[in-house]
């Protein structure tokens, strides 16, 4: 039993040739041949599987160190350009108030200096009142720095950002408008309705009116005659 263990040993390893030994186990039976056969195929698939395993998990290894890494790159830049526009918030808030004025915001966006900052962090401004008003979320007409810092990281990268996002204020103005006067005109449209109800409720109560007064007055001479 020792001497067949490191004979399938030697085989599978290649300290042997399997054909040779396939020859003289197929002269006493072919079934012991294709025994050896077949256990020859199971063992190269086997070892054909675990080879690829390795190889695959280290691929997958080498892929999730990479996504890691570029998160971590990502997350660097990101805490950057943070940094750099709480900055940049400081300057513009010359009167030290916490928060940034239209007045302001126009005043230091036209400078050549906050436009290349702006540049470098990958934001264009084309149009200072419409990027004041797309980071203006709240309407009051100044920016905190939340709101400086987080409109700005959502509109780097994409110049187009910020053409879409005035549009969509825009848009939502709009809306806000136009279901305003669809309130309005509701009202009135109710208002009529209700005009309209009393004022033919009026005519059918006239209406009933004149009908009596005209049955009266038929009535009238078979009165006279009866009390003849």
């Known amino acids: ?78 805490s950057r350009v943070m940094d750099e526009l709480k900055r940049l918030f400081r300057t513009f808030d010359t009167d030290a108030s916490g928060t940034i004025t239209l007045d302001e915001f126009k005043d230091h966006i036209a400078n050549q200096g906050v436009k290349e900052m702006l540049a470098v962090l990958e934001i264009e401004v084309a149009d200072a009142m419409g990027f ?6 709240d309407g009051t007409q100044e920016l905190d720095i939340d709101e400086f810092v987080m409109g700005c990281i959502y509109l780097k990268g994409a110049a187009k950002m910020v053409n879409v996002a005035t549009l969509m204020r825009e848009n939502k103005l709009m809306m806000s408008q136009i279901m305003k006067q669809a309130y309005k ?19 059918d109560l006239l209406r009933n009116i004149g009908h009596a007064a005209q049955w009266k007055s038929l009535d009238e001479p078979f009165e006279i005659e009866a009390k003849r």
């Open 1 to 78: 039993m020792p001497r067949v263990l490191l004979t399938l040993f030697a085989i599978v390893t290649g300290g042997l040739n399997w054909s040779n030994t396939e020859f003289v186990l197929r002269s006493i039976s072919p079934f012991y041949g294709l025994l050896l056969l077949l256990y020859v195929a199971l063992m190269l698939l086997a070892m054909m599987n675990i080879v690829t395993g390795i190889f695959v998990n280290d691929a997958i290894e080498s892929t999730q160190t990479d996504v890691d890494l570029q998160t971590q790159a990502e997350l660097d830049k990101t």
């Open 132 to 137: 004041f008003e797309v980071l203006d979320v």
């Open 185 to 203: 005109l509701e009202d009135r449209v109710n208002h009529l309705t209700t005009k309209v109800e009393g004022f033919f409720g009026d005519s």
